[in-house]
């Protein structure tokens, strides 16, 4: 991934910042954003610290708004002149309620970030991948974009809107060089899994973890660094022939259903 320009939204937390350490001690330039400015520029700083060597720029935008979007493309283009690699995984979960129940705010705004947020960054960043004949795209979905989950019917609906999106993508500009391809994870230990917690338990969250990881075929639950990994591997070189796929990364999980 030596010198490859790549962009992370979300960068600030979670999956988002173990991927930008993973893609930066692997070489790469990178293009962190957030909506959560204090959190980027800890996250940028904690990284410079590991590896001074590394060329990161940050840049704070809500990746629902468009202008935003096309701000943080813009960034790249001037400050590295090319774009190689987008992870697009900006994303929130919204609250749990049943589907008749559920706050329609809070619906509009899950479906504004998952899906709409995704769709700008490619949106804007393919043409730049099309000048290049080049680029690397993966979405974040999740196995809520696979099967259904019981009280988060807008997550369930942005998150297959994603893998379709990615199927889309992927059909319509492999042609020009530009692979992209979606993971699913499962329950990952990151800040969004542990608030999950709170809310199924808010007596015990821990609790509540301990019970999920027990349905796990390998009782457990995944790491940011896992998915770091795989993630590594599909917006780089070595991937040259997967597209289009939703990949689970779930110790299996989703095979129980
Ligand atoms: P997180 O809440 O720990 O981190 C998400 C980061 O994205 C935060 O830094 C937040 O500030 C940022 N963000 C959220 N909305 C944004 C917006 N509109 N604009 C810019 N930045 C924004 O979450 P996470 O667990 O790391 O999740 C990352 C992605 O992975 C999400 O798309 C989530 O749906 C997906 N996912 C996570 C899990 C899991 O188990 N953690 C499972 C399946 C899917």
Known sequence: MNNKVII??????GLGLAAAQEFAARGAKLVLVDYNKEALEKAADEIRK?????EIATYVADVSNEED???????????FGRIDGLYNNAGIEGRQAPLTEYDLDVFKKVVDINLMGVYYGMRYVIPVMQKQKYG????????????????????????????GMTKNAAIEYGKDGILTNAIAPGAILTPMVAEAFKQVNPGNPAEAEREYAQRNPIRALGQPEHVAKLVAF???????????????IDGGESNLY
């Open 8 to 13: 992370v939204t979300g960068a600030a937390m």
């Open 50 to 54: 590991e590896l001074p060597a590394v």
């Open 136 to 163: 690397r795209i993966v979405n974040v979905a999740s196995v809520g974009g696979i099967r259904g989950v019981v009280n988060q019917t807008p997550y369930v609906a942005t998150k297959h809107a994603v893998s």
């Open 69 to 79: 979007v096309k701000g943080y493309v813009a960034l790249t283009e001037s400050k």
């Open 234 to 248: 599909l917006i780089g070189d070595e991937n040259g022939y997967v597209n289009g796929q939703t990949i689970a």
